[in-house]
């Protein structure tokens, strides 16, 4: 079965210092799809970043970047020079080849805050 | 290019009423999903569809009913509304791929009293 788990239910960081958002996956199949979103307190949920599993380069989005180890399983998020702005949930997922509804599965997220 | 849109934004239901939920997306997407989002948890897929006239039932179908009859829109509808069915409800869309993007409406908060 595929899953996702996000062990972190509540992140915090000081503005301008770097953080750490985990996430590990579990599936057998050997083409898949690694997502992370963004939501807000406004509610709306906002894609960041994306990283596939035949990716040679770890993914990067301006301040955002995706740790991605295959060999463990894990997709962890680092975002750089941490704002204000970017306290939020954070939910990572994952899309499977051998699933042909090409469905998102989502953790439970981690909501991060970020204090001055 | 508006996107994926979702009305309403928040209703109240009473107890075994009835609703539809509507989503329109403009970017000429074949896959459209509906998800769940309860207090706390990550977003749990209700109904999909690969194309109008084909849907499917997600990990969380009961009480929910979908239809799609055009590529831009997929309404879901709630029959005999439940406390259960209180939660929020995003729409998406995307093409096919796992590489692709799935975009997401700004979601229905919905409470059932």
């Known amino acids: 079965a595929q899953k996702i788990t996000q062990t972190q239910p509540g992140m915090f960081v000081q503005e301008k210092e770097a953080v750490t958002l985990d996430c590990t996956y579990d599936?057998?199949?050997?083409?898949?799809?690694l997502f992370w979103y963004k939501q807000p307190s406004s509610g709306e949920m906002i894609f960041l970043i994306y990283?596939?599993?035949?990716?040679?380069q770890n993914a990067t989005e301006g301040r955002y970047s995706l740790n991605f180890q295959k060999a463990r399983k894990s997709a962890n998020l680092v975002i750089s020079a941490s704002q204000l702005g970017d306290s939020a949930m954070y939910f990572c997922a994952m899309r499977s080849s051998l699933d042909n509804t090409d469905k998102l599965i989502f953790g439970t997220g981690t909501r991060l805050q970020v204090f001055p | 290019n508006a996107g994926v849109t979702q009305t309403p934004k928040f209703r109240i239901l009473k107890i075994g009423q009835s609703m539809t939920l509507q989503c329109t997306q403009d970017?000429?997407?074949?896959?459209m999903y509906w998800y769940r989002q309860d207090p706390g948890m990550g977003l749990k897929l209700i109904y999909y569809s690969v194309g109008a006239g084909i849907t499917d039932k997600g990990e969380v179908p009961n009480g929910y009913n979908v239809s799609r009859s055009t590529t831009e829109d997929f309404p879901l509808r709630l029959e005999l509304a439940a406390p259960s069915q209180t939660s929020v409800y995003f729409c998406?869309?995307?093409?096919?791929?796992?590489?692709?993007?799935?975009?997401f409406g700004p979601g229905t908060r919905l409470l059932v009293l």
């Open positions: 990283q596939g599993s035949y990716d040679q």
């Open positions: 599936t057998s199949d050997p083409s898949y799809g």
């Open positions: 970017m000429n997407h074949n896959y």
């Open positions: 998406a869309s995307s093409e096919r791929g796992i590489q692709e993007t799935q975009y």
